[in-house]
Every structure is written in structure tokens, then in C-alpha cells.
């Protein structure tokens, strides 16, 4: 079915790029354009595998698109040159899972960067749509459950954070809008909270972590900034041509938020009744302020894994908008929360059986 608004940037038959395509979000997204009537994708994977399986389906499924998988990696100018060759919008969902700075920084930043020369020096783009992160702002200056949006400051205590992931998204927002100023790049940046649904079988840090042998919930009463990835998926699909809408960023969130400690009821009433510790975020605010002491005085032999920063940017408590996205990309999510939950317990449910 064709879904496609009529203010659309790009024709049906035109060539698309989603690089990342057999990843979590970007097999949805695929589906996503297909939904919106568009027939020419080209979908970028490192490799043939198990997680390209839903791509193959989606072949089989609509004999009536031009789907091609291209196997690449972003790492190599010959392959960036050969898949961007013609795309008039690249969907950019790839990005390195690594966990040192180095190696998230090629995958992510370098990789970026090779794309991004090949599509300015085409001739054709008419838009690129680069998939950041909501963990790149710091709610430093901002009050628990202050409210937190595009408007917000972005990270700048990148290293004593200690999250390369968090650094590399970052690294390549900057990177994308540095091509937008100097070379033209006509673009749209977002930002996607925790996304969540079946296919996500870790459940997102802001809810808690395991790392000590019993799982801490950190979350307590503070919202979880969730969107379904049917939701994500759609948000990001709009993002690629809707009118009048270079240039900016938004954040994909979904409306009807649970708190933290309502997903976790719900988990363990319809996944598993898991041991847990309740942990107040004061309490372990204090307990990443003496880690960074301890990683201080080791002199580098213990990594500042949880770190003041860490702390407040995921567990101080903030209120999210997606007014913007509403706004501007006439965006409604079509999985209401307590669908969208019902579905991810009895996907995680399955996992732990």
C-alpha cells in the first residue's frame, strides 16, 4: 500500500541507499518504504548472513521491487563509490558496535566519511539521512525531569564518559553537518531513544544492568524515552522525503512513556521473575563518583566504566518531546505502547524458555 504523502522530495522508481539494512531498525525500515510506495532500494550488508534472512523475505514478499542486497564495507572508497553510485537518498543506519574508541571510530566516523564524499560528488542526492543516537545529549545543566529535546546541550565530556559508541554518533553528527555547511549536503539528522520490540532481545540500559552478577534496576519512576521500531522505522522513513526539512534533527520518541519501574513490573509479571536490586539514583550517582576515583588513582589499569556522566545522562530523570517530529514530519506512531509491550515480553519470553 502506498502511503507515500504527496509533498514527497523523490518518485517512486528513484534509487534509495540504506546502508545497516539487515540490522534491528534498518530490515523495518526497508519494509517502511516499500509501505510508502517506493520501488528501487539498494540495501547495504557487511556480509550474507543469518540477519540478512528478513531482507531475502522481503524479496520473495514483493516481487513488484527492485531490491537489491550488496554485500560492502563502508570502510572501502571502491565499495562506498559503488553503492552510492546513483542514489538520490541514502538512508545511513550503519555504525561500529565496537568498544574501544579506535575501533567505533572507523566504523563509524570514517565510514561516514567515505559515503559522504562519493554522494556530494554525485551530482543526485537530494537528501541524507544520518541515524544519531538520544544518548548523545548530557542532562548535566538540566533538573530531574526536566525536559529534554532537540534544544538540549550535546555531550562534551566525551572520553571521561567512557563510551565509544556515544563518542563515534557524536564524532558523525559533527561530520554530517560540517558537510551541510562547506559542501552543500542537503540533510536530516535523527536522534532515536531506546528502541525496543521483538528482535531486541537486551533490554535497554536505562531500565538497569547486570554487570555485578544480580540485576541493579536503575530506572525507578523516571520515563523511559521508548520507540517501537515499527514507529522508528516509519519516523525514519518520512525523514527521507518529506518536504522542507533539510538541516534539522529530531528525536524519535513515542508518546504514551512508562516509567521505568512499570516496564519492570511488567517484565517480570510476563517475562521472568528475575532477582533484582532496586538502586535510588543518588545512591549509585555516589557509586560512579567513587569508581572514577578508583580508575584515577589505578592510573588507567581500571577503566572509568561508570562514570558521573554515564550516570546522570541515563538515570537522573528527564521528559522527552517528539513535538518536532509531529510537527514537521506529520509523524503518528502506529504501535501504542501497551501493543508494542505486549508483543516485546512475549518475544523476550521465548528467549529465556
Known amino acids: 500500500m502506498n502511503r ?3 509533498d514527497s522530495i523523490i518518485q517512486p522508481n528513484e534509487q534509495i541507499l540504506i546502508t545497516g539494512s539487515n540490522g534491528f531498525i ?14 528501487n532500494l539498494r540495501c547495504l550488508v557487511r556480509s550474507r548472513n543469518n540477519r540478512t534472512e528478513g531482507l531475502f523475505e522481503l524479496v520473495r514478499r514483493h516481487p513488484d521491487v527492485r531490491l537489491d542486497v550488496v554485500e560492502g564495507n563502508l570502510i572501502s572508497r571502491a565499495d562506498a563509490a559503488r553503492v552510492a553510485a546513483g542514489a538520490v537518498v541514502v538512508y545511513h543506519l550503519a555504525a561500529g558496535m565496537e568498544k574501544s574508541f579506535p575501533g567505533s571510530f572507523l566504523n563509524t566516523v570514517v565510514t561516514t566519511r567515505n559515503l559522504l ?7 543526485v542526492l ?22 529534554l529535546d532537540e534544544a538540549c546541550e550535546l555531550e562534551s565530556h566525551l572520553v571521561e564518559r567512557d563510551e565509544p559508541y556515544v563518542y563515534a554518533k557524536l564524532k558523525q553528527d559533527e561530520l554530517v553537518l560540517a558537510y551541510g555547511g562547506k559542501r552543500g549536503l542537503p540533510f536530516v539528522i535523527l536522534r532515536p531513544g531506546a528502541v525496543y520490540g521483538p528482535g531486541k532481545p537486551d533490554l535497554t540500559s536505562r531500565v538497569g544492568i547486570g554487570t555485578f552478577g544480580i540485576y541493579l534496576h536503575l530506572g ?38 512508562p516509567t521505568s519501574s512499570q516496564f519492570w513490573s511488567g517484565y517480570r509479571r510476563h517475562v521472568g521473575r528475575k532477582a533484582y536490586l532496586p538502586v535510588p539514583y543518588p545512591v549509585f550517582y555516589a557509586f560512579c ?17 561508570f562514570n558521573r556522566a554515564r550516570c546522570s545522562a541515563y538515570w537522573k530523570g528527564n ?35
Open 289 to 305: 563518583a567513587l569508581w572514577e576515583k578508583y580508575a584515577r588513582w589505578s592510573e588507567g589499569q581500571i577503566p572509568a566504566a
Open 319 to 353: 521528559r522527552y518531546s517528539n513535538q518536532k517530529l509531529k510537527e514537521l514530519l506529520q509523524w503518528q506512531p502506529t504501535i501504542s505502547y501497551q501493543e508494542g509491550v505486549r508483543g516485546y515480553y512475549e518475544y523476550l519470553r521465548a528467549q529465556v524458555s
Open 117 to 123: 564524499d562519493e554522494v556530494c560528488g554525485s551530482g
Open 220 to 257: 525507578g519512576r523516571n520515563q523511559i524515552p521508548f520507540t517501537h521500531v515499527i514507529n522508528c522505522a516509519d519516523a525514519i522513513a518520512l525523514a527521507g522525503f518529506r518536504c522542507g526539512i533539510d538541516g534539522q534533527t529530531f528525536n524519535v520518541i513515542d508518546d504514551d512513556l
Open 126 to 147: 537530494k537528501r541524507f539521512v544520518n541515524v544519531s543516537s538520544l544518548a548523545v545529549y548530557t542532562n548535566r545543566r538540566l533538573r530531574r525531569h526536566a525536559m
Open 4 to 6: 507515500s504523502a504527496n
Open 26 to 39: 534498518g530490515t523495518r525500515l526497508v519494509q517502511a518504504l516499500i509501505e510508502h510506495g517506493f520501488r
